[in-house]
Structures are given as C-alpha cells and as structure tokens.
C-alpha cells in the first residue's frame, strides 16, 4: 500500500511520468500538431507565399515540436531523440539551425526527479545507510540521461564519483514510447532525412532490458576500462559499484563533443574526430565490443589530450572481433571491382535473392560511401552527409531504384546503425580526418593480401 506522502511525490515530481494514458497523449500530438501545419502551409502557398519559404518553416517548427516532446518526455523518447541526434548532419543548411537548436536542448538536463525519490532510489538499491558510503553527496543533479540523472558526489575513500539513478518508472516509460513511436515511424523519416526509423526504433526496442539494467552497463564498462587502461588516447571512468538501478563511477570532467560541435577550435575538431574515428574502429579488436550509443554527449575531449567515453548501457558483443567481410567489401568498392562486391554482398545477405540488379548500379549506389577511405585525410563536413541523404533520397536518381532492393541482415544492422551514427558525429564535428590509416589498421580484411 502507498501512503499519502508517496502518492504526492509520484504526483508532482517532474521525473518520467508512470501513467501511459499521459506520455501517449504527448507522443500522439506530434502528427496532429504537424498535420494542422502543414493545412496552414497549404493555406499560404495558396496566397502565393514561396514554396521553399513555406516548407522551410514547417520543417522548423515540426522539429522544434518533435525534440522538444521527446525531451521532455525523457524514456524512450529522449533515448530515440538522442540516437536521431547523429543524422542532424544530413538536414539541409536551411532547416538545419532549428534541428540543432532542438538537439542541444535535449542533450541537456532535463527535469530532475525530487530530492525525496532519489534518496529512495539510493536506498533501495545501495542499502539504508548509503549516505555512509559517501563523502559527500550533491543532491543537485549534474547531468539528465534518457533514463536516469546522474549526480556528482565524493566516494568514502575521497574519490571525485558520477552516480547514475535511474528514474522510477523508466522500464514502463520505455516500453510504451518504443510501442507508440513505432507508430510514427514513418513520419520521422520524413522529418530527419537519412536515416532508417523503423529498423532504429525495433533495435532500441530490443536492446530495452540491456538499457535498464545497470549491473550489465557496469559490466560493460568494466571490461572497456581493462581493454583500454593506460591508453594514451582514451580514457573509460572505472566502475566503483553497481546495482540494478544505480551505477557509480569516476568522476571525470571534460569538454562535450556537443560544445566542440558549436564552438571548438579547428585543431579541437580535428582531434576530436581522430579519437572517436579510432576508437570506433579499434574497440571491436581491443576489447572484442562496441560501444552502440553514438551521440554527442556520450564522449569528451579531456585536457590531457585523451578521449573519454561514457554511457556503456548499448553495448553490441564481438567476441571476434569486426567481421572481416566488411573490411572485404569496402576494398573491393575502392578497388572498383562492382562483380566481386555483388556477389559478397549477395552472400551476406545485403542483395536480396529475387532482386534484379546490375553490379555497376550496386557498386555506383555504395562507391560514394567509401569517398572517407579514398584519401590521406577526408574532411566530414555536413555538405557531405546532405549530399548522401539527397542522392538515396531522391527518386528521380538509379541510385535511389538501387537502394530499394538492397536489404540490411539483422547481424549487420547494429555495425551499420553505429557507424552510420559514428560519421554523423564526424560531420557535425567537421573534421578533417585520416580515415583510411585508422580502418586500415584495426578493420579486418580491409589491407590488400598483397601488401
């Protein structure tokens, strides 16, 4: 039975609502608060107004709705926000302010949960006396996560510590934004082009229980930090205790790649860019893992120089290693040979088996991808990841036709999803970066057998 006061907190603290009919109600008025837009933008292109103008204000303002749910919304819908975050790349120039200003504030804290819940939530998961364990405890969070807030404190042996509380309610939250926004899928495809929305929203989906349990996310790191401890490029906070719902790690501090993003120095953007871009490639072989949440927040560039990685709850298990038919298949795109690509991408399962496709077609549609690989440096630039949803996107190109008899194998959907979110990063970045010495040392099957 709940008493009185317990019943108050769940009613008035700002943490994820628990009631479904509520979080729904948020989640449903996005298509129709897009849908009476666009009758109001058909109204002005009636009057005359400019088509381009039109679209381009409905654009920001379906945006602005959009991240601005999601992010209140916290759960599910933040996390889904969050993974679409990486692909703001790829909006064209003239809606991409209103994108970037809605990312930003939802990458940011958002409504703490109350003083008394997080104390509970201590309790239960750390024991009654867990105020012993530290030595001091800011009750002011320092951070929001799509389920949980993280607070900075001083652990009983005077370490500087991040402890993650995970928010009540956050596994029902969950599961009901991940039903409801599949419903959506399609609208968002067509709000944030370049990215594939259904098959984004099944994998977050059926990575939910891996998401919620921490003592996994603990695991996760733990196994990062031995794989990369004393590297002198990249630095993953050791756990110092877990619990379902609770996970306590170092403290450490840093400048976010969403910072670096809006106001980093060239040099900044650079490196920040070559330490995500080896550590994204070298993980699999290092620690036989890879870290599956790309976004912005989740790295930091530290004044020593070194990358920090953070949030290890998606996580994809290579025990060995990065497949080396994928390092196959990108030499034999940038060694134009379209018949020997066609047939591996057969074999793997990317060309279905009915499909009527051309070799040339199939390797026009996947040679400009490879465009990273091709030069001593490549710069990732928006302009870059824009053309590449344009040239998918538009139906009056071959490549478009292509594309659609092309199919994406289960196994394969959780390396391209991280990749694909890894170069977003890239090209918000802008930075200029040698790609191809990094795939070539760590990615199996990329170095030609004859050098």
Not at 187 to 205: H, Y
Not at 435 to 442: A, G, L
Request: some cysteine; glycine content about 8%; overall charge negative.
């Amino acid at each position: 039975m709940t008493d009185s006061g317990d019943y108050l907190d769940d009613q008035t603290d700002p943490a994820i609502p628990r009631r479904a009919a509520a979080r729904t109600a948020k989640l449903a008025s996005l298509p129709l608060g897009i849908a009476g837009r666009a009758v109001g933008g058909w109204g002005r292109r009636l009057t005359g107004q400019n088509t381009e103008d039109v679209n381009a204000v409905l654009s920001a303002k379906a945006a602005e709705q959009l991240f601005e749910v999601l992010g209140t919304l916290k759960g599910g819908a933040m996390k889904f926000g969050q993974a679409l975050s990486v692909f703001e790349a790829a909006v064209p120039d003239e809606l991409a302010a209103p994108y970037r200003d809605a990312l930003t504030r939802l990458q940011a804290a958002a409504p703490p949960m109350s003083m008394r819940r997080t104390h509970r939530v201590l309790a239960e998961q750390l024991g009654r006396s867990w105020q012993q364990r530290f030595a001091e405890f800011d009750d002011e969070p320092a951070a929001a996560a799509s389920i949980g807030q993280v607070h900075r404190a001083v652990w009983h042996d005077g370490r500087e510590v991040a402890v993650k509380v995970q928010y009540p309610g956050a596994d029902e939250a969950l599961r009901s934004d991940l039903r409801q926004l599949q419903r959506f899928s399609r609208l968002f495809q067509s709000l944030v082009p370049g990215t594939e929305v259904k098959p984004l929203l099944a994998e977050l989906a059926d990575r939910m229980d891996e998401e919620l349990d921490y003592r996994a996310e603990a695991d996760n790191q733990r196994r990062f930090a031995r794989a990369f401890d004393g590297d002198a490029r990249v630095r993953v906070p050791k756990v110092v205790a877990s619990a379902p719902k609770v996970i306590v790690t170092e403290w450490v501090t840093g400048t976010p790649f969403s910072e670096i993003i809006n106001t980093g120095t060239r040099d900044q953007r650079d490196e920040a860019g070559r330490l995500l871009a080896e550590f994204h490639y070298s993980s699999p072989e290092r620690a036989h893992l890879l870290h599956s949440d790309p976004h912005p927040g989740n790295f930091l560039l530290l004044e020593d120089g070194r990358l920090c990685v953070i949030d290890f709850g998606a996580v994809a298990a290579l025990p060995h290693g990065a497949p080396p038919a994928l390092g196959v298949m990108m030499r034999l795109a940038l060694q134009n040979r379209p018949d020997e690509l066609f047939a591996m991408l057969r074999a793997e399962g990317f060309v279905r088996h009915d499909a009527d496709l051309d070799a040339d077609d199939v390797h026009a549609w996947l040679r400009p991808l490879t465009a990273p690989l091709t030069d001593g440096t490549f710069h990732f630039t928006r302009r870059w990841a824009q053309k590449q949803a344009l040239r998918m996107g538009d139906t009056r190109n071959q490549d478009f036709h292509t594309g659609r008899f092309l199919n994406l194998p289960p196994q394969w959907l959780l390396i391209h999803r991280v990749t694909a979110g890894a170069i977003g990063i890239l090209c918000q970045l802008d930075a200029e970066v040698a790609v191809r010495d990094i795939v070539r040392r760590w990615q199996p099957g990329f170095a030609d057998p004859g050098e």
